[in-house]
């Protein structure tokens, strides 16, 4: 029961996007969670001007429909921008796509909306991968297209600096043989996103669980970020104090990435080194979980081992498919399959009780 427990508690918890309220009190819950497990808990800040939106519409003469402002891109004033404005209607997984920076940059309308077009209806944001960096015109994100072309377009929002924080605990192995295993899942997001995030951070805890049952031989390092949905702001700053960690001789990185036991989904195993792919394969499959797919060893992830992926290091991720995903809807209990998780969670544990001895 302790993963319905932790799950309902991070629903109830409200929006988790970095540097807001819900992402503060997702740092603390899970602080006091690993905590509780007998950890010894560091909550690691990082700095990022926050957006607040303030004013954020596209008004045709259909009416006006609310939005979101796409978040790495820039605002208008309070007065917003007329025509030429584009509508185009995408997925949040467009992001990832080679033309969509180029769609984007386009210097031939003054602004855009962005339709989002999941698998359900709903505003299913799209990630700002350069949040840091705004480009384009201004932006914004709706649940429905404009019934007629749009005249106006609002998106207008003001920046606060605040601290957003990840979660990290050290576990120092009993050999100090030099080895090295890093743990990780994101926990941040547009929404809730219960079962977007819930299942990795269920994995995490468990993983926690099992190691302080019986430490390991290597150190094992365990991180749950925030930053995830702007560009990984929070992986960056774990990195930039561990300068090398991502590098071939670096550590051995387990990601508990996205949608993890989401209800009627498909959960992904995906790595580019064979011996941690079939290693976590095993694991799965000994608990009676085994994966839907193998990734391709040639696939480039999206979430943060992508970044791992590009500086060569070894990692091993778990990843799920998700009909709610970046969906407000993401919520408990209908979102998640429970039993899945854990068992999925188990396996994942005993896969980094192998890599740490």
């Given at each position: 029961?302790?993963?319905?427990?932790?799950l309902q508690a991070w629903d109830a918890q409200g929006v988790h996007r970095t540097g807001t309220a819900g992402d503060a009190a997702g740092a603390e819950w899970l602080a006091r969670e690993a905590a509780a497990l007998g950890a010894s808990?560091?909550?690691?800040?990082?700095?990022?001007?926050?957006?607040?939106?303030?004013?954020?519409?596209?008004?045709?003469?259909?009416?006006?429909?609310?939005?979101?402002?796409?978040?790495?891109?820039?605002?208008?004033?309070?007065?917003?921008?007329?025509?030429?404005?584009?509508?185009?209607?995408?997925?949040?997984?467009?992001?990832?796509?080679?033309?969509?920076?180029?769609?984007?940059?386009?210097?031939?309308?003054?602004?855009m909306v962005i339709v989002c077009q999941g698998v359900e209806p709903g505003l299913g944001l799209l990630n700002a991968e350069r949040f840091r960096e705004p480009y384009g015109c201004p932006a914004i994100q709706v649940a429905e297209m404009?019934?007629?072309?749009?005249?106006?377009?609002?998106?207008?929002?003001?920046?606060?600096?605040?601290?957003?924080?990840?979660?990290?605990?050290?576990?120092?192995?009993?050999?100090?043989?030099?080895?090295?295993?890093?743990?990780?899942?994101?926990?941040?997001?547009?929404?809730?996103?219960?079962?977007?995030?819930?299942?990795?951070?269920?994995?995490?805890?468990?993983?926690?669980?099992?190691?302080?049952?019986?430490?390991?031989?290597?150190?094992?390092?365990?991180?749950?970020?925030?930053?995830?949905?702007?560009?990984?702001?929070?992986?960056?700053?774990?990195?930039?104090?561990?300068?090398?960690?991502?590098?071939?001789?670096?550590?051995?990185?387990?990601?508990?990435?996205?949608?993890?036991?989401?209800?009627?989904?498909?959960?992904?195993?995906?790595?580019?080194?064979?011996?941690?792919?079939?290693?976590?394969?095993?694991?799965?499959?000994?608990?009676?979980?085994?994966?839907?797919?193998?990734?391709?060893?040639?696939?480039?992830?999206?979430?943060?081992?992508?970044?791992?992926?590009?500086?060569?290091?070894?990692?091993?991720?778990?990843?799920?498919?998700?009909?709610?995903?970046?969906?407000?809807?993401?919520?408990?209990?209908?979102?998640?399959?429970?039993?899945?998780?854990?068992?999925?969670?188990?396996?994942?544990?005993?896969?980094?009780?192998?890599?740490?001895?």
């Amino acid at each position: 029961m302790r993963a319905a427990a932790w799950l309902q508690a991070w629903d109830a918890q409200g929006v988790h996007r970095t540097g807001t309220a819900g992402d503060a009190a997702g740092a603390e819950w899970l602080a006091r969670e690993a905590a509780a497990l007998g950890a010894s808990v560091a909550l690691e800040p990082f700095r990022l001007s926050r957006i607040d939106p303030e004013s954020c519409w596209v008004e045709s003469a259909g009416g006006r429909i609310e939005g979101v402002p796409v978040f790495d891109s820039p605002p208008t004033g309070p007065g917003g921008v007329n025509g030429p404005i584009a509508a185009v209607r995408l997925s949040p997984r467009a992001v990832y796509t080679p033309d969509y920076h180029a769609m984007r940059r386009a210097s031939d309308r003054a602004a855009m909306v962005i339709v989002c077009q999941g698998v359900e209806p709903g505003l299913g944001l799209l990630n700002a991968e350069r949040f840091r960096e705004p480009y384009g015109c201004p932006a914004i994100q709706v649940a429905e297209m404009p019934r007629s072309e749009p005249t106006r377009l609002v998106s207008f929002y003001r920046r606060t600096a605040v601290d957003a924080h990840n979660v990290v605990v050290t576990i120092k192995g009993r050999e100090r043989s030099g080895r090295l295993v890093v743990v990780m899942t994101p926990r941040s997001s547009w929404w809730q996103s219960t079962s977007e995030r819930g299942g990795g951070l269920v994995c995490w805890l468990e993983t926690l669980r099992a190691l302080i049952a019986s430490p390991p031989s290597a150190d094992v390092v365990m991180t749950a970020n925030s930053g995830h949905e702007l560009g990984h702001l929070g992986l960056d700053a774990f990195l930039a104090r561990r300068p090398g960690w991502d590098r071939p001789d670096g550590a051995i990185w387990v990601h508990y990435g996205a949608n993890i036991g989401a209800a009627g989904g498909e959960l992904s195993v995906q790595s580019a080194n064979r011996p941690l792919r079939d290693g976590m394969r095993r694991a799965l499959t000994a608990f009676r979980q085994p994966p839907s797919t193998m990734a391709p060893e040639s696939q480039i992830p999206t979430g943060e081992t992508r970044d791992i992926h590009r500086s060569g290091g070894r990692y091993v991720t778990l990843v799920g498919s998700n009909r709610l995903f970046h969906l407000p809807q993401d919520r408990w209990p209908g979102a998640v399959d429970v039993p899945a998780i854990e068992r999925i969670a188990a396996g994942a544990a005993a896969m980094v009780r192998a890599l740490a001895g």
